[in-house]
């Protein structure tokens, strides 16, 4: 009999015990990966809708290439998942006029539940916001026009929930050609914004 052989009995299971637990392990993981994908794949979320439904200008005064004013939306967000709600843990809004942010602001983070539509109020000031040179004339003139053609960005780190599994991902929403009237009784063409979501 070789000397190294354990005594029967005692040694010898441990070995087989401490594989078990190991391949134990290493299947939980593998299969609790392949169900996350599994979910995933089965309720391959629906594209996320946002638009802006109203836009006002208030206190708008533009002198000296400084702009002071006033902005208010309302975003749109439409949720149209069964299986997917989300949180909106940091918001971000910027308005632009041609390639000049205007103003940001944050917006408070929310839950949004399943196949949910949530109307968001975005309000905005511009405090003495600098416009330079040909954008201040173009400002003028749209001014004199009656209505002023807005970017709104939206910049939000999101949370899409699946069941129990919380999916990271950073979402972009841009809304061009926002026409903002300056008479409140002209009225407010609604408009379809750009999305898209990367991790
Ligand atoms: C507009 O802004 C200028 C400079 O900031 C200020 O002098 C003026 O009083 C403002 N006008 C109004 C109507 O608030
Ligand atoms: C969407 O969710 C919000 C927040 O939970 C709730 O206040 C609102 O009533 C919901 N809207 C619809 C259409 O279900
Ligand atoms: C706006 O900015 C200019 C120069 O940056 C400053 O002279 C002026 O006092 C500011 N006006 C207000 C209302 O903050």
Redesign the pocket.
Known sequence: MPQTAAPPGQAAPRRPVLQCVVLVVIALIAMTGLAVLIIWASVQPKKLHYSIEHGTVKGFNLSDD?L?SDFDFVLRADNPNRHVSLYYDRIEVTVWYEDQKLSVNNVHPFYQPKRNVTFVDLALVA??A?VYGATARDLRMERAAGEVNLNVKVRAKIRLKVGVFKIHRTLKVDCESVMVPFNFHRSFQRVVCHTDMDG
């Open positions: 400084k002071s405090k003495n600098t």
